[in-house]
């Protein structure tokens, strides 16, 4: 596979359930980022990592847990949510941060919590 | 405080036509990038084009070319003989120096009409 890929595509959960979101970037990236989209807002940054440390939190609630384990991987742990937080959750990865490192994105997790 | 403002929720353009897409922003910094990403009904943002706030000439790819005015801080996307395979939401983001991530607008949703 190429390219940065999500699993899975489409989940529904309960407030009280407890689920998973893969990322994988097949790109030799050095960093990872998740994105929340939500309708008619801008994407908001949630976590980035940069050689597998987290550098950034961006007043994330707890019930949002990344995890990340090697250079390749990004995982975001789900539990407890709230309707709220239904939306779109995008995965980039990039060679570098900042300023003429483009990230690339993988097709997003359509998250719907009932 | 870092600003994107896109002000065309959204636009229409006969097949084979060029369409302009306006963005502007908003930084004291001297050292930014920017960036344009089309995300179709798939959900998977696209990397399109990059300019950075140092570089003398507009940059292109493609179809793709970036109309930047620094003065005025726009940098907006000209999309030249527009495909129906064109029609899609068109982000525009920023980065500077020390940033670990974009800053997104709210995103235009281009039609291309046959």
């Known amino acids: 596979e190429t390219g940065v890929t999500q699993t899975p595509r489409h989940l529904v959960m309960g407030m009280t359930n407890k689920k998973s979101l893969k990322c994988e970037q097949h790109l030799g990236h050095n960093a990872m980022y998740w994105y929340k989209q939500s309708a008619k807002k801008p994407l908001e940054l949630m976590f980035v990592y940069s050689l597998e440390e987290r550098v950034e939190n961006n007043s994330v609630p707890s019930r949002f847990s990344p995890e990340c384990p090697n250079s390749s991987h990004l995982f975001l742990h789900l539990h407890t949510l709230q309707p709220e937080d239904s939306a779109l959750y995008l995965c980039a990865s990039s060679q570098g941060q900042g300023i003429g490192h483009e990230q690339y994105f993988g097709p997003g997790t359509r998250l719907t919590v009932t | 405080a870092q600003k994107i403002t896109q002000t065309q929720p959204g ?71 527009s495909q129906l395979g064109d029609s899609a939401m068109y982000f525009c983001a920023m980065t500077q120096t020390g940033a670990n991530n974009l800053f997104f607008g709210t995103g235009t949703r281009l039609t291309v009409i046959p």
């Open chain 2, 11 to 81: 636009m229409f353009v006969q097949e084979k036509e060029a369409v302009t897409l306006d963005c502007t922003y908003d930084t004291s910094d001297q050292s930014y990038g920017l960036f344009w990403y089309k995300q179709p009904s798939s959900g998977e943002m696209i990397f399109l084009i990059y300019q950075g706030s140092y570089d003398e000439q507009n940059a292109t790819e493609g179809r793709y070319s970036l109309n930047f005015q620094k003065a005025r801080k726009s940098a907006n996307l000209v999309i030249s003989a």
